[in-house]
Nanobody, 124 residues
């Protein structure tokens, strides 16, 4: 039974940092891709960063490259998203998702397993 639990969101001032955690059970990082998505009300869910055995780490939006870093701790079965130099436009609900794949998958519909979202609010 695959379960994901996201945590670490909160309110932070622009320029600050947060680290999100996605605690996973029922998955092994060798077999599953883990991806962080974010969603703003009224907009489509956006893939942010993924970690998968065949490709390592991948980040998609140009707006977060160089600021966001995904990593994993196999011993804790947890994936992290370190977010630095946060901007108000990073405000969103962040969710982690898992899918059995050695490759990173960008489309939200490709994921069968989701954790609950954690809200990140960046004030200006």
């Amino acid at each position: 039974d695959v379960q994901l639990q996201a945590s670490g969101g909160g309110l932070v001032q622009a320029g600050g940092s947060l680290r999100l955690s996605c605690a996973a059970s029922g998955v092994t990082f060798v077999d599953y891709a883990i991806t962080w998505f974010r969603q703003v009300p009224g907009k489509e869910r956006e893939a942010v960063s993924c970690i998968a055995s065949a490709v390592g780490a991948k980040t998609w939006p140009d707006s977060v490259k160089g600021r966001f870093t995904i990593s994993s701790d196999d011993a804790k079965n947890t994936v992290y998203l370190q977010m630095n130099s946060l901007k108000p436009e990073d405000t969103a609900v962040y969710s982690c998702a898992a899918q059995k794949s050695p490759f990173c998958l960008k489309g939200a519909m490709m994921y069968n397993y989701w954790g609950q979202g954690t809200l990140v609010t960046v004030s200006s």
